[in-house]
């Protein structure tokens, strides 16, 4: 079992940055991929971006360029740098973690998830 939970959320102007964080408990051993998704009201849950226990990073088309993964392997920590933040970022943020898979942004390859945190973009 892994638990893991965010940090991070807040409201922000449009043009604004965040930084989310998410700490991973547990038998984190056995993690492969752990990823940023989103849910907007009345919206199916989207990933964001994700990156493997190798540093493999992959993102949604819509933040590229303007979000940042990362991770503190020693910590145990992952990270999400959100830069020229938009009204359509307003979400639900949640953090997740696999350990059955190495890549991808698919939700259902994640099998622990943590319970969010809020970000709201006012334009």
């Known amino acids: 079992q892994v638990q893991v939970v965010e940090s991070g959320g807040g409201s922000v102007q449009s043009g604004g940055s965040l930084r989310l964080s998410c700490v991973a408990s547990?038998?984190?051993?056995?993690?492969?991929?752990m990823g940023w998704f989103r849910q907007a009201p009345g919206k199916e849950r989207e990933g964001v971006a994700a990156?493997?226990?190798?540093?493999?990073?992959y993102y949604a088309d819509s933040v590229k360029g303007r979000f940042t993964i990362s991770q503190d392997n020693a910590k145990n920590t992952l990270y999400l740098e959100m830069n020229s933040l938009k009204s359509e970022d307003t979400a639900m943020y949640y953090c997740?973690?696999?350990?059955?898979?190495?890549?991808?942004?698919?939700?259902?390859?994640?099998?622990?998830w943590g319970q969010g945190t809020q970000v709201t973009v006012s334009s």
């Open positions: 990156i493997n226990r190798f540093g493999t990073t």
């Open positions: 547990g038998d984190t051993s056995n993690k492969r991929c």
């Open positions: 997740a973690t696999s350990i059955t898979s190495y890549s991808g942004l698919n939700r259902s390859l994640y099998q622990y």
